[in-house]
């Protein structure tokens, strides 16, 4: 290996048997919702799996399309919307409230403490304060998940894995929450149609 070569800080590919090579993206971070990474697992599958792959697109973006209408329907399991984040510093040292911070003032007023260097899961809700912590004892009315918070969640996600085929996020909202519209794809397959390692970030190699 050459030291002189950076490193990319995210890149997502396929070996030859089918096994996903994956760094820095959204499905490696503890703080993406299961609902997302697990979206972004199977997009990423059905790609390294691809033959033909207009055809591949078509189904991923009905799958994108089917996934989101659910969410916004309501019929996801609020457990896969959960984002976990660690507390910082002692919620009185918050000049101004984060959302972890938020979730965690909501817990302390239900009497469970939490404290710096603990994991805070929530939920992103519609209106104030935008977040409802998962630990409260009362149960989140469905009605409030913020599901345009995580249809755009989504779709950043879904993008990151589709740009190398020249699809942007803004194609991508158009064609899941509206029609599908043929892509017109880049040279960016293998020879037998298969993913090949995409690399991103500022150290990525081009």
Known sequence: ???????????????EDGALKVRGIEMRRHDTPRFI????????????????????LAQVIAS???????????????????VSQILSRPLEEYAVSSPTAS???????????????????????IGEPGVFAWDLPERLDPARIDAARYTELSLRA????????????????ES????WHQA?????????????????????LT
């Open 37 to 56: 990474a697990d979206m972004q697992q199977y997009v990423l599958e059905q790609l390294a799996g691809a033959a033909d792959m207009d055809t591949c």
């Open 103 to 125: 979730a965690a003032k909501q817990l302390h007023e239900a009497g469970k403490l939490r404290f710096p260097g603990q994991r805070i899961q929530f939920i992103w809700t």
């Open 184 to 204: 017109c794809l880049p040279d960016c397959l293998g020879p037998e149609g298969k993913l090949i390692m995409a690399a991103q970030g500022k150290d990525a």
């Open 64 to 82: 994108i399309r089917g996934r989101l209408a659910a969410l916004r329907a309501r019929q996801i399991d609020p457990s896969t919307l959960l």
């Open 1 to 15: 290996m050459d030291v002189r070569i950076p490193v990319p800080n995210r890149y997502f590919g396929a070996f």
């Open 176 to 179: 899941v929450l509206h029609d």
């Open 158 to 173: 879904m993008s990151t894995i589709l740009q190398p085929w020249g699809i942007q996020q803004e194609w991508l909202a």
